[in-house]
């Protein structure tokens, strides 16, 4: 049988001693890593510590770092991961990253579950509503908006490669915010308004810089970026403008659509906002204002990016498109809606 090397980041908490391990394990089709970490630790070394329970990549609990990324362990096929493997044709395996260590490939989890807390992820009716003779019903529009978020297993593999997580213990992170949205985009929580709030605030969804590597660490296909930018939509269609990122967004929009260029003269300020609360910011600022002005920057960028005339036709043309496919989303969903009505009433 053909051998493959796992090279697996250890952890001893009792020497406080970090290092890295070889093991050797026979590849057979359909073997995945999960099971190869098993006949290590069953065979060869029974110090060796990792979370598993299901195998069948629905508890949630293998995800793991493999050649650098995080995914299931019980979902990931060795002759997946060999296609990664380093130079040396070593399998490297490590513990999720964002989180401490506890011992070898457990990571203590709580720093994530608490995201869920201060997320409110659970539903909020109406306080005064009578509970219906049946049940709570939502409509198909709400759920099909929602359904993929609700297919979390609370893993952590995109918390673990969160680049902003990485660096803000207060991001609520990708998983908590697309479970968020689950609940703001489902028509039976009366809470949406308090939650977009909240939501735009410090370490809410204006603080993800996008980078998808949420979405690449998924097992599920939550889909987590695009959630966050579904709820920035909402909350700035919900009239909850006066943040930064909402700012930051609007100017940069409208600078294309007006210009057909980045005007990064006037992003910084237009983004930051006008009075008292925005004069520290302005102030921390100034020093990289100096150093844009004195390399020339501003003005090599402003010539750089201008559009020719066709440009920025063709970008207003793009705009119009846009808002014209909204308008008539926003048709369809009405009529979507009303149509449920009738339907209820005819029920
Ligand atoms: S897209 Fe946003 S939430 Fe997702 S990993 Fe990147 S920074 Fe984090
Ligand atoms: S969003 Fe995906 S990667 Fe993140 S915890 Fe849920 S299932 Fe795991
Ligand atoms: S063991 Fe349950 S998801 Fe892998």
Partial sequence: MPQQTFRIQRYDPTEDRSYEEEFAVGVEAGKTVLDALNEIRWEQDGTLALRMSCRHAICGSCAMKINGSSMLACKTQISQAQERADASG???VGPMGNQPV???????????????????????????QE???REFRQSKDSHDHWSHASSCIHCGACYSDCTVAEVDETFLGPAALAKAYRFVMDDRDSAKQE?????????????????????????????PMDAI??????????????????????????GVKKRGRLDEATLVPLSIGIGPAAIPQM?????????????????????????????????????????????????????????????????
Avoid at 208 to 221: E, I, L, N
Wanted: with cysteine; hydrophobic share 40%.
């Fill in 229 to 254: 930018i579904e709820l920035r939509a909402e909350a700035m269609a919900a009239g909850i403008t006066n943040n930064h990122g909402s700012r930051h967004a609007k100017t940069f929009a409208g």
């Fill in 102 to 128: 506890i011992k070898d490939l457990v990571v203590d989890m709580g720093i994530f579950m608490r995201q869920f807390e201060r997320a409110e992820t659970w539903l909020q009716p109406p306080p005064d």
């Fill in 195 to 223: 939650r977009l709030q909240s939501l735009s605030g410090p370490g809410g969804v204006w603080d993800c810089t996008r980078c998808y590597m949420c979405v690449q660490a998924c097992p599920k296909d939550v889909l």
């Fill in 283 to 347: 102030l921390a600022y100034i020093p990289s204002a100096i150093r844009l002005l004195r390399s020339r920057k501003l003005i090599e960028a402003a010539k750089r990016h201008a559009a020719s005339k066709d440009g920025r036709r063709e970008i207003k043309r793009i705009f119009q498109e846009v808002e014209d496919e909204k308008h008539h989303d926003a048709v369809n969903a009405a009529s979507y809606e009303a149509l449920h009505e009738e339907a209820l009433k005819a029920h």
């Fill in 131 to 133: 509970p219906p003779q």
């Fill in 90 to 92: 070593a399998i490297t």
